[in-house]
């Protein structure tokens, strides 16, 4: 994921030419696949191990959702791709900051002031920004959580601050009183959410799919959300440079 290689044969062709001594048993593409979404849970618990020196002294932290279309919105109506379970049939939604309709699912992820994915979720385009929230709940205690409209309502409000003891804020308008420093602070964080999406999309291919099933689909991104995560952990604790630079050599 790492070298945005997004074709399994260049992968494969790769993998054999460069390092056959530490992929010697090196399986057949359809081997590795099964085998790569038979691990999923494990990635998963991968994942979280390299989150967690982030969340040692994180209480500040924003949610937000990328759009990640399964085909072009022209063809969605021939589409077959995910349709094996009904629960996570792809739907149509609505992308406001692109001012466009799509025809996939939504990314719904918890960043850290670093830009790092601490929780993400995927879920149908359709579904409502709340739902989110519902998912997570048990995960943030003691925390202030950044969120915009389509994630709060007073009742998810009242409900994190008496539970969690979590604040779920929205960023006021500009003809509203807001802090100097909180605006600064929100600016920041943005811009690391954006930095962390454009990453996924660039240079994981996040909107790229070429897998037939949910279920192998949702490992993908499992797979390219944790690379990413891995490449910042190393920048941070092994290479003591900043976090996100992703696109510098890690050797």
């Known amino acids: 994921e790492y070298l945005s290689i997004d074709s399994e044969n260049a992968l494969f062709k790769k993998i054999r030419a460069d390092y056959t001594e530490a992929f010697p048993y090196l399986h057949s593409r359809p081997q590795f696949n099964r085998r790569k979404r038979a691990l999923f849970l494990i990635i998963e618990r991968l994942r979280q191990k390299l989150v967690a020196p982030f969340l040692a002294n994180e209480d500040i932290f924003m949610t937000d959702s990328k759009p990640l279309p399964i085909c072009e919105h022209a063809r969605s109506a021939q589409s077959t791709v995910c349709q094996e379970v009904d629960y996570a049939l792809p739907k149509y939604g609505?992308?406001?900051?692109?001012?466009?309709?799509?025809?996939?699912?939504?990314?719904?992820?918890?960043?850290?002031?670093?830009?790092?994915?601490?929780?993400?979720?995927?879920a149908p385009a359709r579904t409502h920004d709340s739902q989110f929230l519902a998912d997570i709940q048990c995960k943030l205690y003691s925390s202030l959580l950044i969120t915009d409209k389509g994630y709060v309502s007073q009742d998810w409000q009242q409900t994190f601050r008496t539970q969690n003891n979590v604040v779920l804020y929205t960023p006021k308008r500009k003809n509203q009183d807001c802090t100097v420093r909180f605006i600064a602070l929100f600016d920041r964080l943005r811009r690391q959410v954006e930095r962390t999406y454009s990453q996924l999309k660039d240079q994981f291919h996040a909107e790229?799919?070429?897998?037939?099933?949910?279920?192998?689909?949702?490992?993908?991104?499992?797979?390219?959300?944790?690379?990413?995560?891995?490449?910042?952990?190393?920048?941070?604790?092994?290479?003591?440079?900043?976090?996100?630079?992703?696109?510098?050599?890690i050797y």
């Open 94 to 122: 609505y992308c406001a900051s692109k001012q466009e309709h799509f025809y996939g699912y939504k990314l719904h992820s918890i960043h850290t002031l670093e830009g790092v994915i601490a929780y993400p979720d995927l």
């Open 208 to 249: 790229r799919n070429y897998a037939k099933t949910f279920w192998g689909y949702k490992t993908r991104i499992l797979s390219k959300v944790t690379a990413l995560t891995m490449i910042q952990y190393i920048n941070k604790f092994d290479l003591n440079r900043p976090t996100n630079y992703i696109k510098h050599a």
